[in-house]
């Protein structure tokens, strides 16, 4: 069972920067990719910006290819979410999740079995 707990949320202004942090555990880990997703309130969960295990494949949804980065540590089991020149629209609770039941990176949440409690990220004017 792996656990996954996410950290680096927090207020920043328009433009700023911020670095999540999604830190993996468990006996062993094994995953297809893991996916950045966020939520904000009365909003659907949507996919953000995902990483291919194996071989480090980044993909991005539209709205912040350009601005996020994703990245891993494989030493460290954890996976990051840079993200720069911040928005409003960007103000969401933001998850992480792994992947263990499709080959490759998915935009859909209902293909990731285990996600962090999230972590809030919230964009002043």
């Known amino acids: 069972q792996v656990q996954l707990v996410e950290s680096g949320g927090g207020l920043v202004q328009a433009g700023g920067s911020l670095r999540l942090s999604c830190a993996a555990s468990g006996r062993t880990f094994s995953a297809f990719s893991m996916g950045w997703f966020r939520q904000a309130p009365g909003k659907e969960r949507e996919f953000v910006a995902g990483?291919?295990?194996?071989?480090?494949?980044?993909y991005y949804a539209d709205s912040v290819k350009g601005r996020f980065t994703v990245s891993r540590d494989n030493a460290l089991i954890t996976v990051y979410l840079q993200k720069d020149s911040l928005k409003a629209g960007d103000t969401a609770v933001y998850y992480c999740?792994?992947?263990?039941?499709?080959?490759?990176?998915?935009?859909?949440?209902?293909?990731?079995?285990?996600w962090g409690q999230g972590t809030q990220v919230t964009v002043s004017l």
């Open positions: 990483i291919s295990w194996s071989d480090g494949r980044t």
């Open positions: 999740a792994s992947n263990r039941m499709v080959r490759g990176v998915l935009r859909a949440p209902r293909f990731y079995d285990s």
